[in-house]
């Protein structure tokens, strides 16, 4: 027979997972109703889950737990966006040099800077580590997190932050800036914002994409295999 204990806990992940599901879907309806860019659905169903968990006392690791397929989802999720990769693959592959050097440093550079303002300022290293890794995909910020002793929920707090303030500014900042080359804002919204933003600015074209695509992969696997070493340096300095 199922237990009493099992039979709760599946009704607790799918009444997550469906109020999740729900949540988004009701605020992309509301986002085409209003052709509001900054109404995203991302961002304002965070904002509605956030009392309902405070509300009813569930912490971020049992809503976590609870909804764990959704978060399976955004390993294919990212895979997906290797097909605009595709159709700009031979463009890409007269560049990959300069590409592959601008987004190590830019990789190195935001650990590293976002490690040291952090300890200066509060001085607490699990805090420290999680922001550092602010600018990944959340499969392997939690991964790195966990294996650098940070905080989980800490680091996907500030990649949704990451990724929202890309979504939602990233586009209209770089424009003012006179960074108009569709390559250049999709490299800067995928090594910033990750999955989310490169999500957001794919709507603007398939280049977009692609090179966005590109940074969000290239930019996690420099962060999986240097952050570590950069920490664990720094920690002896400080």
Sequence with gaps: MISSNLVADL?????FIVLTLVLFQAFIHLQKQCKQPWLNPML??????IPILLFFNVTFEQYYQA?????????????????????????????WRSIVLLLFFGALITIFI???????????????????????TTPIGIALTEQLNGNNSITAFAIILAGLFGALLGPSWLSF??????????LAI?????????????????????????????????TAIFSPLIINTLVHFL
């Design 11 to 15: 009704c607790f992940a799918s009444l």
């Design 44 to 49: 304002f169903s965070i904002l509605t889950l």
């Design 67 to 95: 909804t764990f397929p959704l978060h399976k989802l955004l390993e294919p999720a990212v895979v997906a966006l290797g097909y605009p990769l595709y159709q700009h693959l031979k463009s890409i592959k007269k560049q």
């Design 114 to 136: 976002s490690f040291i303002i952090t300890m200066f300022v509060i001085n607490q290293y699990d805090i420290a580590v999680s922001l550092s890794l602010k600018s990944v």
């Design 177 to 186: 800036i006179n960074v108009n080359s569709p390559k250049a804002q999709g």
């Design 190 to 222: 995928g090594a910033a914002s990750h999955a989310l933003g490169t999500a957001t600015i794919s709507k603007v074209s398939y280049e977009h994409a692609a090179y966005s695509s590109l940074a969000l992969i290239i930019s996690a696997v420099i």
